[in-house]
């Protein structure tokens, strides 16, 4: 599905401008078919009024799937999952209808979604209507009242999405490396002419395999082929199994392999019990189809297993996931706050600092981006780096290998806060920073938390809170050790934006792909962006194929609906690069160019003028275009948009 606009597409509006037309787009009817009735003027009492709901189908919906009503009064659920108002098949499989008791002289408002049911009766969200306007139903003045809607389309506008997890899980087998498979006989078994299909070996209400095959424009997540996936080396091929939560350590899979000729070549067995904690390899062995104790194969096959938001219910009442009108102009994006500060010639500031945040602000930055750790004791907080280097105190430290360097998921707050901290410098030059405990100003304190940024930085600055998670390299190895659980990383993150950053514009991301997947189904809230470094000669590749180049990075966004990428600058800058950015605007995609490349104000201006949605940069003092006069979202009218946000 396409991103959301709330407008036409304009050129770049100032705030003021953008409100005045969400003004006039809001007298609009936001429903085919919805023509509101205008309440009589002699009506002075509420009378219950049978209100009935026909709503039309573009497909028919799957026999085990049920289509539901929710709204903003106790009748209509209360926005509420479990209090949803189910609607009942019509003379055929498009019409669906109900009928509802309501109040005759109130506005309401409503969505409607597809959910099924598992064997305990836990509903499961398949899609919904995810319009950042719900449907509104005008007052009625007869005894009885008529709707006709057509299921996701309104303002003829068509906005479905994904559900969030609820009371299921989501298991991921990941084909996403260039070495996957190690062949015993490659005349009997040939991985570069196999398909692959997840069999369930016993079927359960609530239970749906589906895959990506990642291709641009078609990676959305689909129903198998009877026969299997094609793969082959170097495909991304992702098999996404939802399943219900109490069947997490019963529930048995057989990957069945056949060759090209829909033939089954052999099979492996798999179990989710074999599953332990939120990722890891299994090691299945691909046992012949004409003799079960012959091994085919062996197959190194990373999961992730995704769980729902552990902390509190959302509901349906709004969205901003996919929140981004084209009437917004070219963002600017504060990286680590005011820029990098652990280099030669450093801003006052330092980095993730609320200093430095603030300082981005002062100089009319839209957004800052920051870094969130989570430490042994299970705080966020703001740094870049997954460790840090440090000494003992009173050790006198003049050579780069006296210091000691420790991970952040390995030391509880309160330490962290007393450590001393150094940087190197050019690979020589060792350079001491007050530690967060020795720093007497609490805004240029290192290591801030998560929760003191949100509750201190105005709301008129947008936040992109980017999720720091190591990756393996492609020649070994990984960025750092993790320990920590990701789901419940996820959660603790999620937990304090959700109860503290609402109200104000904010982005998820992250370089970790299934850390994207995890935010995108834990909430219904927040967009998510992949972060990606693509091909660069910087850095060593990652293993994961889906972090190697732009168009992997949006294949990957479009099979999980998120908003959008945050690729790295070095990819934009040659002659093709407007046409790069216009392949993710083609599939609804935002795109948030980061990286050193982006330091100058001419460089601000050419990623601009190629079409980047927003451009992430050092020195907000330094490189912010000149003649901008405030922030974007520093207009209350703005603002207003995001107060929906806000759950409590």
């Not at 040939?190 to 070996?201: C, E, F, S, T």
């Not at 020649?475 to 050790?481: H, K, L, Q, V, Y």
Request: some cysteine.
């Amino acid at each position: 599905m396409s991103v959301p606009m709330l407008l036409t597409p304009l050129d770049a509006q100032s705030p003021d401008e953008h409100m005045q037309n969400c003004a006039a787009a809001a007298t609009l009817n936001y429903g085919t078919g919805n023509e509101l009735l205008e309440a009589s003027a002699t009506i002075t009492t509420c009378k219950p009024t049978q209100r009935q709901f026909n709503v039309r189908l573009e497909k028919p919906l799957a026999k085990d799937e049920q289509l539901a009503l929710t709204g903003d009064v106790k009748a209509l659920g209360e926005w509420q999952l479990s209090r949803c108002v189910p609607l009942e098949r019509g003379q055929d499989d498009f019409s669906w209808q109900t009928t509802v008791l309501l109040q005759s002289c109130r506005q309401l408002e409503y969505r409607y979604f597809v959910y099924v049911e598992d064997d305990a009766g836990n509903k499961q969200i398949r899609r919904w209507e995810t319009h950042f306007k719900p449907r509104s139903l005008g007052p009625c003045t007869e005894l009885s009242c008529s709707q006709l809607d057509v299921f996701g389309i309104t303002s003829d506008t068509q906005q479905v999405h994904r559900g969030w997890l609820n009371h299921e899980v989501i298991v991921q087998l990941k084909f996403n490396a260039e070495k996957m498979f190690q062949v015993h006989d490659i005349e009997t078994f040939d991985p570069q002419h196999v398909q692959l299909k997840v069999v369930p070996v016993e079927q359960t209400a609530g239970l749906k395999v589906e895959y990506t095959k990642q291709e641009y424009g078609r990676s959305q997540l689909q129903e198998q082929p009877v026969f299997g996936v094609p793969y082959t080396k170097n495909d991304i091929v992702i098999f996404h199994i939802t399943l219900p939560l109490e069947k997490v350590m019963t529930q048995r899979f057989r990957l069945d392999c056949y060759n090209m000729a829909n033939e089954l070549l052999g099979s492996a067995s798999l179990a989710s019990a074999e599953m332990n904690g939120s990722e890891g390899l299994l090691q299945l062995h691909i046992k012949s189809s004409r003799d079960s104790q012959e091994t085919l194969a062996r197959l190194r096959l990373p999961y992730v297993l995704v769980q729902p938001y552990q902390y509190s219910a959302l509901d349906f009442k709004t969205t901003y996931a996919h929140y981004w009108p084209k009437s917004w102009p070219n963002l600017d994006v504060g990286h680590r706050g005011n820029g990098k500060s652990y280099i030669a010639e450093a801003p006052i500031e330092r980095e993730n600092t609320i200093a430095s945040f603030l300082s981005a602000h002062e100089h009319h930055a839209d957004m800052i981006e920051l870094d969130v750790h989570l430490t042994a004791d299970g705080i966020p907080v703001i740094y870049h780096d997954f460790g840090l280097r440090t000494a003992p105190p009173g050790k006198q430290i003049t050579k780069p290998e006296q210091l000691e360097y420790v991970l952040i998921k390995d030391i509880n707050y309160e330490l962290l806060k007393r450590l001393r901290i150094f940087s190197v410098i050019n690979g020589r030059e060792v350079r001491e920073y007050p530690s967060h405990n020795a720093e007497p100003r609490p805004e240029h304190r290192i290591f801030p938390r998560l929760e003191e940024v949100l509750v201190q930085l105005p709301k008129s600055l947008g936040i992109d809170v980017e999720i720091k998670w190591p990756q393996r390299r492609n020649g070994g190895g990984s960025e750092a050790e993790q320990t920590i659980d990701k789901n419940f990383f996820a959660d603790r993150v999620l937990h304090l934006v959700i109860r503290l950053g609402c109200g104000r514009p904010i982005i998820f991301s992250s370089f970790d792909a299934d850390m994207c997947t995890m935010l995108r189904f834990k909430q219904n809230i927040f967009p998510v962006m992949f972060l990606t470094q693509g091909e660069t000669k910087k850095w060593q590749p990652f293993n994961d194929l889906r972090t190697r180049n732009f168009l992997a990075a949006i294949n990957n966004a479009q099979a999980f609906e998120l908003a959008g990428t945050a690729p790295h600058a070095e990819d934009f800058l040659h002659e093709n690069a407007a046409q790069m950015l216009q392949q993710a605007k083609d599939q609804g995609q935002i795109a948030v160019i980061w990286g050193d490349d982006c330091n100058s104000k001419e460089r601000v201006k050419y990623f601009t003028k190629i079409g980047a949605t927003a451009t992430c940069y050092d020195r907000s003092d330094l490189f912010m275009p000149e003649g901008k006069q405030r922030a974007f979202f520093n207009s209350p009218a703005l603002l207003k948009e995001f107060e929906a946000q806000c759950r409590i």
